[in-house]
DNA sequence: TATACGTGGTA
DNA sequence: TTACCAAGTAT
C-alpha cells in the first residue's frame, strides 16, 4: 500500500523550512539522542525561550543517562529549577535510570521501548524516534495540530485531541523517504509554532497558504467544542505547590510544617500541597521533616 | 474522556 | 488586568 506521489504540501514545507528554521541549540548536528530526549521533556508545555538555558545546563552537567542516574533525584529536581511541572524533573531522572538498567545506558530507537520510559508518551515517543534517530514516524504536537486542523481540515482550531485519528492525518503528509518526513515533520511544527500561531496567524507569510483549506473557506470562525478554560493560577492549589517546591529546593535540609506555613496563609491549602508533591515523590516526609528525594 | 499538573509570555 | 496559550503525560 505504497501512497502515489508525496502531497505538494510536504515539498512546500521543506522548501520553508530550510530558510526559516530557528537555530534552536537541539537542533544541531552533534546533539545526542539523549540532548534530544531531555529538550522534548522540557518543552512538554513550556516554551522554547524558558527551555534554551535549562537545557543547555543540564547537558553540560549530565551529557549521558548514566551521569544523571548517578545523582539522586533532588539534584535533578534542582537543576529544573523553576520550568514548572516539577514532576518532569522526576520523570527525567527515572527514565535515565531506566536507560541505564534496560537499555545499557543507551537511548533506544524503538518507539515501544521509547513509550514504556517514564515521562515518555506519544508525541515524545515520536518526536526522539524521528528527530533524534530519523526513523520515520508522524509526530504530533499542538502546532501540528492546529496546522492539520487549518490547511486540512479547513478548520480555525482542532477539535478535541484523538492521538490515532492525529497520527492518522499527520500520515498523510509523510513523504515515504524517512529523511524528508523527518523535515516534514519538523517543519509543520515550526509552522505552527511561528507562522500559523494561535492567536494571530501571519498567513501573508505561510508557504502552503496556496493550499489551505482554512483560507479557501474564507477563514470561518470555530465552531467546535471548546476547550475548558485553564482555572485561574493565582491563589490555586497548583500555585502553593510551586511556592513549596521553591523551598524544598532552596533548603538543604529537612524543612518542617511550621516552616513551610509562611507560603500559604489557608492551612488547608498547605496541607493538599504537601500531600499531593508527597504523592508525586518530589517531597518526602518523615520524622524529622520533609525533603527532595534522595533516592 | 476529563482533570490536575507550574510558570511565564503575550495581546 | 485578565485571559489565553504553551514541543504533553499520567491517572
Known amino acids: 500500500m505504497s501512497r502515489p506521489t508525496p502531497p505538494p504540501i510536504a515539498d512546500a514545507l521543506i522548501g520553508w523550512f530550510a530558510d526559516a528554521a530557528r537555530p534552536l541549540p537541539w537542533r544541531a548536528a552533534d546533539v545526542s539522542p539523549w540532548a534530544v530526549l531531555v529538550s522534548e521533556i522540557m518543552l512538554q508545555q513550556t516554551q522554547v525561550a524558558r527551555v534554551v538555558p535549562r537545557w543547555e545546563a543540564w547537558i553540560e552537567r549530565w551529557p549521558t543517562p548514566a551521569a544523571l542516574a ?19 524533573a522526576l520523570w527525567l531522572h527515572r527514565a535515565a535510570t531506566e536507560i541505564v538498567e534496560r537499555h545499557g545506558g543507551e537511548v533506544p530507537h524503538d518507539l515501544d521501548a521509547l513509550l514504556a520510559l517514564q515521562g515518555i508518551g506519544p508525541y515524545t515517543a515520536r ?113 502553593v505547590r510551586g511556592l513549596v517546591m521553591r523551598e524544598m529546593r532552596a533548603v538543604h535540609r529537612p524543612i518542617t510544617r511550621a516552616e513551610l506555613a509562611p507560603v500559604c496563609d489557608d492551612a488547608a491549602q498547605l496541607g493538599r500541597a504537601i500531600e499531593g508533591l508527597t504523592a508525586d515523590g518530589l517531597v518526602i516526609g518523615d520524622a524529622s521533616g520533609y525533603r527532595l528525594p534522595e533516592r
Open 70 to 88: 548517578a545523582e539522586p533525584p533532588s539534584e535533578a529536581v534542582r537543576a529544573w529549577d523553576r520550568l514548572g511541572y516539577p514532576r518532569r
Open 127 to 239: 518526536a526522539i524516534a524521528a528527530f533524534a534517530f530519523g526513523l520515520r514516524h508522524p509526530v504530533v504536537d499542538t502546532n501540528t495540530r492546529r496546522v492539520l486542523a487549518r490547511a486540512v481540515g479547513g478548520q480555525g482550531e482542532p477539535g478535541p485531541p484523538s492521538t490515532a485519528r492525529d497520527l492518522a492525518a499527520m500520515e498523510t503528509l509523510l513523504p515515504d523517504d524517512p529523511a524528508s518526513a523527518r523535515l516534514v515533520n519538523a517543519a509543520t511544527m515550526e509552522l505552527g509554532a511561528t507562522v500559523c500561531a494561535a492567536r494571530t496567524p501571519r498567513c501573508g507569510e505561510c508557504p502552503i497558504a496556496e493550499a489551505c483549506a482554512w483560507r479557501r473557506a474564507g477563514y470561518p470562525p470555530y465552531e467546535g467544542p471548546r476547550r475548558a478554560a485553564q482555572a485561574r493560577f493565582a491563589g490555586s492549589d497548583r500555585q
